[in-house]
């Protein structure tokens, strides 16, 4: 029972990240740059990837702490799914839940054998910290942008 309580704690503090006033700044900006459309919601369209190559689909959703999940999809050039994951996480905001869907995608893919890989995320504000982990080396969500980057190098 002791092991049980250690190892939820131990769970709870890795998956429990915070935003602080730099990343909530930055997010504002990249809403607030972002193209806008007056005829409403924006379709998305997938796009296969180039030849050869497989294609990483993620998403997370975070309602509330101990309320959020992610997941994924990988297919392949011509559109087959290869796989799928989904889990539920303990996270405090919804860039945490992104990063996580992102990381064990990550992590799936290359267990699968997976070496060529695009990843396609509808978080802007995630891209942009994949895109500059420098600027991020001291914020809270410093060690998933890391694994992650850890991950693609």
């Known amino acids: 029972m002791v092991f049980q309580q250690v190892m939820e704690s131990i769970f709870t503090c890795f998956n429990r990240f ?13 809403i607030s740059n972002a193209p806008s459309s007056s005829k409403g919601p924006k379709s998305r369209v997938r796009s ?3 030849r050869g190559y497989f294609k990483l689909n993620t998403d997370g959703s975070w309602v509330s702490m101990g309320n959020a999940g992610a997941g994924g999809i990988i ?6 799914w290869q796989f799928g994951y989904t889990m539920k996480i303990i996270a405090l905001e ?18 699968k054998g997976i070496r ?5 995320t509808d978080a802007e504000a995630i891209r942009y910290m994949i895109e500059n982990p420098h600027d991020y080396f001291d914020h809270q969500l410093a060690v998933l942008v ?8």
């Open 94 to 111: 919804a860039a945490s839940t992104e990063l996580i869907a992102i990381r064990e995608g990550l992590t799936a893919a290359w267990d």
């Open 48 to 50: 296969p990837p180039q």
């Open 18 to 30: 915070c935003f602080d006033y730099g990343f909530s700044l930055k997010l504002s900006q990249v």
């Open 116 to 120: 060529y890989l695009e990843l396609e």
């Open 75 to 80: 297919r392949c050039h011509k559109g087959k």
């Open 146 to 153: 890391n694994d992650l980057m850890c991950s693609i190098a």
